[in-house]
């Protein structure tokens, strides 16, 4: 069975800081990957995702995540964060025949 | 286009009723999934439709269940509600279905049983 783990609940940060938000799976078959994020009552929307390809993937907004299919993580980065980033971030994976299964999520606290 | 709506966004219930839940999708979009979402378990996923059709389906008990429409609406119910379902419940679509598809989501609709 897929799992997701993101191994930081809560990440607080100071505006202009970088970020690193973690993220680490587990599957026997190949997978993608996904970032979601989820601001104060609100669904979720689709921030980036690994499909195949390049495993850098970049989102409009500059943040950017990385496959590494060895140490099977996809941790999400940013090198500058605004206060408006303030969000629950959510990593999720999924694979042919499967439903996406989600981690349970980060909070990205930005203060100034 | 229109984004994902459901209805309705809040509700209260008590202890052994049942609910329905409504979901319209994207215009277009034929793939419907609904998650539960707690503090406690964090999102997890219920079923997904395609085409009236559930290819789906998560670990939850037989009190759950859905259905798709031909016009792509989707609806759960929940019957005998317990407390532990008090939850967001949120539904999302996609064009199709597929495990590379974006899942595009609704707001959600914030169940409370009392």
């Known amino acids: 069975a897929q799992s997701v783990t993101q191994l930081d609940s809560q990440v607080p940060v100071f505006e202009e800081a970088p970020v690193e938000l973690r993220c680490n799976y587990s599957?026997?078959?190949?997978?993608?990957l996904f970032w979601y994020v989820q601001y104060p009552n609100q669904g979720l929307q689709l921030l980036l995702k690994y499909l195949s390809g390049s495993t850098l993937v970049e989102s409009i907004n500059g943040f950017e995540a990385e496959f590494n299919k060895s140490q099977t993580s996809f941790h999400l980065r940013k090198p500058s964060v605004h206060i408006s980033d303030t969000a629950e971030y959510f990593c999720?994976?999924?694979?042919?025949?499967?439903?996406?299964?989600f981690g349970k999520g980060t909070t990205l606290s930005v203060s100034s | 286009k229109a984004g994902v709506t459901q209805t309705p966004r809040y509700l209260i219930k008590t202890r052994g009723q049942q609910v329905t839940l409504s979901c319209s999708p994207i215009?277009?979009?034929?793939?419907v999934s609904w998650y539960q979402q707690t503090p406690g378990q964090g999102l997890q996923f219920l079923f997904e439709y395609f085409s009236e059709t559930q290819r789906n389906k998560g670990n939850f008990p037989g009190r759950f269940s859905g259905r798709q429409f031909s016009n792509s609406r989707s609806e759960m119910n929940v019957s005998t509600l317990e407390l532990g379902d008090s939850a967001l419940y949120l539904c999302?679509?996609?064009?199709?279905?597929?495990?590379?598809?974006?899942?595009?989501f609704g707001p959600g609709t914030r169940l409370l049983v009392l």
């Open positions: 999302a679509s996609s064009p199709v279905a597929g495990a590379r598809e974006t899942q595009y």
């Open positions: 599957s026997s078959v190949s997978v993608y």
């Open positions: 999720a994976v999924s694979s042919e025949g499967t439903a996406l299964i």
């Open positions: 215009s277009g979009h034929r793939s």
